[in-house]
């Protein structure tokens, strides 16, 4: 039989450092008997040489288009959004099995071409629970940047002003010095650290958000940790959360819940409110529970401003990546949950976590709209498939 030939291709977003694999996990799969192409890439915190040296194929860079229609293309961000029928397997997060601005039309190019997508999103294990997920380092990349937004609009020199763009950083010591330091020249200006609330506070995100509030020194009697059991006893909107200098949401959104906190409460005499970080970026999601923005933001413009009444000015980050901002331990944790996983696509029609990602991605073709189902957007376009190959 011949090999499985994995093709990892190079990540195209704005600021996008993290890899799918590692050179370590090339490694095992490549001990496994597969086969691994990896593109040139001058963004992936991974040097090509450190791929080429465990014995990985280079290839050019966004070559993965006229790859041989078997081969498995790897990555980890949405493709760019084009019109071409996709006619291989993809293993990626696609972003468009929730309703989301434009998912048929990212959607209806995987049976256009008679390709299939394996969303990472919905990669689980047996008990239900993702098989792996950047989800630790969402919640500390964003609690990070958090803090140092919420010391930035303190300094009256800097007050009002757009806060600045933000580049990676090579490991979690440096950007812990960094926020640390931020916090200090915020604590100048106020006679109280910052009182952090974190929605989701038991989940891998949440864990992430409160590990960084302790690493930068913040102690638990300044957090404010909510999760099922706090929000299961009311629906909101929360005035606890106006009453919090930060509040981190880092809840997974499966179906339609009250909004957490909407235009009415911003209003509250009792606001405090100056940072949220919206870690689930369900942004375009008609359920989003943070009514109070509607665009996803960027590192090179981190926040967008929320209209209020009065001091403090309030802000909003919603990036997408977060993890990209610590991409070698994000990239290192994730890939090495995902190995295992990888191990099995050689059988992939018969592995339960394999299946039940084809299995849904044919429900989600299922419930396209008929011109988007029978491919009519595109030229040349082929009925979805139907059943199995």
Known sequence: MAATVLHLRSECKPMEHRSALTPQTTKQLLEAGYTVNVERSPERIFEDSEFEAVGATLVPEGSWPSAPAD??????????????????THIQFAHCYKGQSNWEEVLSRFPSGSGTLYDLEFLNDENGRRVAAFGYHAGYAGAAIAVMVWAWQLDPATKGKPFPSIDYYRSEADLVTKVKRSLEEGMKYTSSLPRVMVMGALGRCGSGALGLCKA????????????????????????????????????????????????ETLSSSKRKLSVVCDVSCDTTNPHNPIPIYNICTTFEKPTVPVKVDRDPPLSVISIDHLP???????????????????????????????????????????????????????????AVPTGRP
């Open 71 to 88: 081969h498995l293309i790897i990555g980890l961000k949405e493709l760019p959004e084009e019109d071409f029928p996709l006619n291989h």
């Open 324 to 382: 990209s901002l610590l991409p070698r331990e994000a990239s290192q944790d994730f890939s090495d949950a995902l190995l295992p996983s990888l191990l099995k696509l050689h059988n992939r029609k018969q592995e339960r976590v394999w299946q039940q990602a084809e299995d849904l991605f044919r429900e989600k073709v299922a419930g396209l709209s008929a011109k988007w189902r029978q491919g009519q957007a595109f030229l040349g376009g082929a």
């Open 216 to 263: 930068i020194g913040i102690p638990d009697s300044s957090m404010v940790k909510w999760d099922l059991a706090e929000t299961s006893q009311r629906p909101g909107p929360y005035e606890e959360i106006v009453e919090s200098d930060i509040f981190v949401n880092c809840i997974y959104l499966s179906k339609p819940i009250p909004p957490f906190l909407n235009r």
